[in-house]
């Protein structure tokens, strides 16, 4: 029997980020699970008219929500996550879950020291006054496009923005923003582990949130380690890969290689 698959989102979106990548797993004979973080539960539309669970976040709450879910499986799940869902992918990992995992456009943990430009300016609205740290924004149009969907034609951005986008947690990400400077992060794994689950990290050519050389610095140091990590690049693709034309080649792969590591 095929293994589970779970799929965890990343900031400003939601399950239904996931929507195309659910059917398509789900025809291949998976059984797939998607669930929200604590307190997105809601639809893309609900959460916007009232953003106030999203203030609530932290980090420690959502990774224990997904090794509950993980840990209540009758056996251990493939496990998927897109950009902030990446990092949360690598942390549930290094907890020893999963049985193989695929980080895609992952936000750094403790020890990338990477902080680009474009990764900053795509996190500016969120870390704007870093003292207010429970609350909920909205990116503009302008600001999702920039970050997540720079490559898409100007029509389709719009219509993704209407259907997808959702308000951010501040909190969320002034965790991961100041990981590094904060021994005691929940952001953080041991690299060196050698009894854990396979990881193949995903990168875009043009994603503007998570450039390559994040992603590549992060597999990297994976690299004292036996178990198996393994890297893939896409020229082209922006942040928001999952929904850009050509995403069913992503799909695709990433499922072909965790099922051939799960097996193994």
Known sequence: MP???????????TPRSWDGW???????????????WPGLEGEVEQLKADPSPIARQNVTEILDHYENIIRGLDS????????????????LVDRGLGSAAVAIESAAVRGVRDLPLSTLKSGLPLLRNPFLRHRAIMLTPEQFNYGFTNTFPAAEAAKVYERYAIPGSRNVL??????????????????????????????????HVIPLPVNKHNAEKYSTST????????????HFTMKQEGWEEIAD????????HASS
């Open 76 to 91: 251990p799940p493939i496990v998927m996550g897109h950009s902030f869902g990446g990092a949360f992918t690598q942390l």
């Open 253 to 260: 792969y990433a499922l072909d290689w965790a099922t051939q």
């Open 227 to 238: 178990a198996v990590t393994d890297y893939k690049e896409y020229p082209g693709r922006a």
């Open 22 to 36: 659910i059917d398509r797993f789900q025809q291949k004979g998976f059984q797939v699970l998607a669930p929200a």
């Open 3 to 13: 293994p589970t698959i779970v799929l965890i989102h990343g900031l400003y979106l």
């Open 174 to 207: 002034l965790e991961g923003a100041f990981c590094n400077f904060n021994p005691k992060t929940a952001l953080r794994v041991d690299f060196t582990k050698n009894d854990r689950a396979p990881l193949l990290f995903i990168a875009g050519g043009e994603d």
